[in-house]
Structure formats: structure tokens, C-alpha cells
């Protein structure tokens, strides 16, 4: 086992005192949007100080011995963990299958286009379905409602709004496609003076006399900081989920999305290729967004949830990796095979292996080799552990149906 030291990402969206508040670290001020906990080429964890290896990347140190680290597989770490700290919403975006990534990263490798470039949409050749499971509160945007729904939104617009009229013509009822068509329309012909009336439309509609804001009142609210933003009018057709705490979606690769506040762990594919369509100021593509949308696709799904004991464990329809949350309040052994990294979140809890042992605090993390067999932990608190699923590759399986907005 080597304990690691994670990664701090500190985007504009992130917390000032989430991330540091659940880890046990002193806020700076700054915002600690994300902790990656991974072996991705663009910020992989390393080895803490003390361990053999110090100061060598994780990606490294899997590299030097893949089968000892990874098992049998072609020498990648099939998943990466994060802590997330969302006090704004972060980009309406998505992420490609694994065509489009293998595709796109190889073109823009081929383009000499540097790894850290703003413009830089594939980071990597790889896929990244991805889960999020809520330490507290989480609200988030995902996949779209029924068009009957979005159109029911838009009516009341229409009279004060172009856009909101010709989004809801889109969606008349016999008119196929219609909520491609409406993003299209969104995306690609809006105006930016359209947007601004659109969402000056959905104040007056906000305003008016009832207890129920409906759809309305997150474009306006995102509008004060992206004035004429053509994805607030696709925010009014998405589904929006709030997660108590101890709940979970996963989002299949070509599900738009938009984190919107809260603290929660996201655990994903090893990849970090994003498709944004707007709301930031980083680099967007909204053509390319809208055709790397999954359309006939299921969208959100919650992943199967199961208890044994201490243990509750999250295997959403993929392979590639699964979650545990365990209580750890004695001896505790798990199944779990494969490479894992675990992160402790309350207590202090000691790991066994065949080769040694290891103590975590909270906010301390480790990696478990697949050579070293199951992993044991004995003492009181709270660890968080991401495993490869039961097998491997990108398929969906059972027990997952798709998820209520």
C-alpha cells in the first residue's frame, strides 16, 4: 500500500470551506473545487512523504509495475476519485464515448495542441462515465425532461419571447426530435439580445402570483453572471435533481449536465475530456456539444445500491469501477479486488494487507495494489473506497432503470 497525496483543483466554481471542513485542512481562502485522487496524465496523485517512492506521481510508480498494480489490463487505472465543493454552478457540458475520445484526442495530438491549452478539448483517449454521490445536500442538472413538459415551460414565455416561441414550436406535439431540435435552436441561433429577452421573460414569469417557480428561476439566477448566455435556455428544458445525503446518480458518457451546489464524491472513468456548450469562461464548442449529446441514450440512472453490514456499496451500470462507504467500527474485511484507493472522511482507521498495514486519518488516502490481495481495516470512523467493477469494459448491466427528475 502506498498512502498518497491528492490533488487540489481550485476552479472559481469551487467552495472556500466545503472541502476543507470534510478533510480536516485549514481553508486558505481560495475555493477547493475539486481533490482528485487518480493516476490521470494531467494531475495525478503522488506518493506521501514517508513512503517509498516519495514524491513520485502514482502514475509513475503503476507504469514501472501494471500488472502488480493494476492486474491483468492494458495499464491504466480504470477510474478516478474526487471530492467535489460546488458553491456555483459549474459549465453545461458533456462528456464523448469512446469512440469520439479515442478519435479527438489522437486528432488533437496529431495538431501538436499542448495538454494545458485552453483550447484543448481531449485530454486523453479514454471515456468518462461518472457517478456522484452526495456527502451533503447536491443539486444538479441532468438529461432533459419530457418535451410535453419543456413546452408546458415555454408557452407562458411566448408572447414576450422569440426564442421561448420558436423553442416551443420545436416541441409541438407530432414534431420529431423536438428536443434536439429545441437545443439546436438554442445553441446555434440564439442570439445573445434573444437569450436576454428569454430570460427577462422568465423573470416576469417568476414574478408572477403563485408558490411555485417552476423551471424559471435558475436561468434567472445564472443570467446575473452569464447575461445572454445561449445554454440558459437549455437549462429550462433539463431535469434538475436534488440528492439528500447518502444518494447517487450516474451519468452515462453523452448525458449534458450541470453541477449546481453542494458536497459530494464523484467517481469516473480515467478521463478528462469535456464538451462545454457555455456558463464559464473556459473554451466552448455548442455545435459539438449538441452532437456529442447521447439521444437515444437512457441519461441519469441511479446505480444499484446494497448494504452488507458496515459496508454500503454503489455499482452503477458499469464495469469499470464501483464505490463503498463503510463505518468501519471493528475488524472489517472486503471482497473487493483489483487496485483501490481509499480516502478516509471521519476517524481513524488502520488498513491490513498480505504485504503490511497502514494507518488513515481523516483526509489521509491510500492505494491498495491488486497483487496484495484483500484489504482490512480495523478502528472507528468512515472511509470511502473505489474499486473496479465485478468485471470490465464499458457495457451496461442489470438493475438500473432510468431515474425520475
Same mark, same amino acid.
Given at each position: ?215 424559471? @428561476? +435558475? ?10 448566455? =445561449?445554454? %440558459? /435556455? #437549455?437549462? !429550462? $428544458? ?9 444518494? @447517487? +446518480? ?10 449546481? =451546489?453542494? %458536497? /459530494? #464524491?464523484? !467517481? $469516473? ?137
Amino acid at each position: 500500500m502506498l498512502r498518497l497525496d491528492h490533488v487540489l483543483r481550485d476552479y472559481p466554481w469551487g467552495s472556500v470551506d466545503q472541502v476543507p471542513r470534510l478533510l480536516g485542512f485549514a481553508a486558505t481562502g481560495r475555493p477547493v473545487a475539486e481533490v482528485w485522487l487518480g493516476a490521470h496524465a494531467t494531475a495525478s496523485a503522488a506518493v506521501a512523504r514517508g513512503e517509498d517512492d516519495a514524491g513520485a506521481s502514482l502514475r509513475d510508480v503503476i507504469s514501472r509495475n501494471p500488472v502488480a498494480c493494476l492486474g491483468p489490463g492494458d495499464g491504466e487505472l480504470p477510474f478516478l476519485l474526487k471530492i467535489l465543493g460546488v458553491a456555483e454552478a459549474l459549465s453545461l457540458q458533456v462528456h464523448p464515448g469512446a469512440e469520439q475520445s479515442r478519435a479527438g484526442f489522437a486528432r488533437e495530438e496529431a495538431a501538436g495542441i499542448p495538454l494545458d491549452s485552453p483550447n484543448r478539448t481531449y485530454k486523453d483517449p479514454n471515456v468518462k462515465p461518472e457517478m456522484v454521490y452526495a456527502l451533503g445536500s447536491f443539486e444538479l442538472l441532468a438529461g432533459f425532461r419530457r418535451p410535453d413538459e419543456i413546452r408546458a415551460s415555454l408557452e407562458p414565455l411566448a408572447g414576450a419571447s422569440a426564442l421561448a416561441q420558436a423553442l416551443a414550436e420545436a416541441l409541438a406535439p407530432g414534431q420529431r426530435d423536438g428536443v434536439r431540435a429545441a437545443v439546436d435552436i438554442a445553441l446555434t441561433a440564439a442570439a445573445p439580445e434573444a437569450v436576454i429577452e428569454f430570460t427577462a421573460a422568465c423573470r416576469r414569469q417568476l414574478a408572477a402570483p403563485g408558490d411555485d417557480p417552476g423551471p424559471y @428561476a +435558475l436561468p434567472v439566477a445564472l443570467a446575473k453572471r452569464y447575461p445572454g448566455d =445561449r445554454a %440558459l /435556455a #437549455v437549462v !429550462l $428544458m433539463m431535469s434538475h435533481f436534488s440528492l439528500a445525503p447518502g444518494e @447517487a +446518480l450516474f451519468l452515462p458518457p453523452g448525458t449534458p449536465h450541470s453541477y449546481l =451546489r453542494g %458536497l /459530494a #464524491v464523484e !467517481l $469516473m472513468g480515467p478521463s478528462d475530456n469535456v464538451l462545454r456548450a457555455g456558463l464559464t469562461g473556459k473554451y466552448t464548442d455548442p455545435e459539438r456539444f449538441a452532437s456529442t449529446i447521447d439521444w437515444a441514450g437512457r441519461g441519469p440512472v441511479r446505480p444499484t445500491v446494497s448494504r452488507q453490514g458496515a459496508v454500503r456499496m454503489l455499482r452503477p451500470p458499469v464495469a469499470s469501477f464501483q464505490l463503498a462507504d463503510i463505518r468501519v467500527g471493528g475488524p472489517l474485511e472486503l471482497a473487493l479486488a483489483g487496485p483501490r484507493v481509499a480516502l478516509a472522511l471521519e476517524g481513524e482507521v488502520t488498513a491490513f494487507t498480505e504485504l503490511g498495514s497502514l494507518h488513515l486519518s481523516r483526509g489521509q488516502s491510500l492505494f491498495a495494489m491488486a497483487s496484495e490481495g484483500p484489504l482490512r481495516l480495523r478502528g472507528k470512523g468512515r472511509v470511502i473506497l473505489a474499486a473496479p467493477g465485478a468485471g470490465f469494459g464499458p457495457a451496461f448491466g442489470p438493475g438500473s432503470g432510468p431515474a425520475a427528475g
